[in-house]
């Protein structure tokens, strides 16, 4: 008795997170796209431009070149917050055997727009 086994479940080992916020966190907006969304290169989404977006009261346009998308604005039931890992720790609360792992924190999501018909095409 007394002794785990090797696939014994091991408790968890406590940690704490520190997120912090440079200056005012920007207001950021979820989009919820209901189509295929490719560049014409076939390159990554990642870091491209997706086009020019506009809200009028729940009403939202994505504009790109000639094409836009259509859709409206949603509160969150909760705010999200957009958190990067940095690598970095410190000492939680001076304690220099527990550590606190350091997130940049990026901005609050409050809203998403959402997109559920195809873009129309303006000539």
Do not use: C, W
């Not at 809200?55 to 859709?71: F, S």
């Amino acid at each position: 008795a007394g002794r785990r086994s090797p696939g014994a479940l091991r408790r968890p080992r406590a940690m704490a997170v520190l997120v912090r916020f440079e200056g005012k966190p920007a207001e950021l907006i979820l989009l919820e796209i209901q189509s295929m969304a490719i560049m014409e290169d076939g390159s990554p989404l990642a870091g491209q431009f997706l086009g020019l977006l506009q809200a009028k009261g729940n009403a939202v346009t994505l504009t790109n070149g000639p094409r836009t998308l259509y859709g409206k604005l949603q509160d969150l039931p909760k705010p999200l917050v957009l958190m990067e890992r940095t690598g970095r720790e410190e000492p939680f609360r001076g304690d220099k055997v527990r550590k606190s792992f350091i997130l940049k924190a990026h901005g609050v999501v409050r809203r998403k727009a959402i997109f559920n018909q195809r873009p129309q095409l303006s000539v």
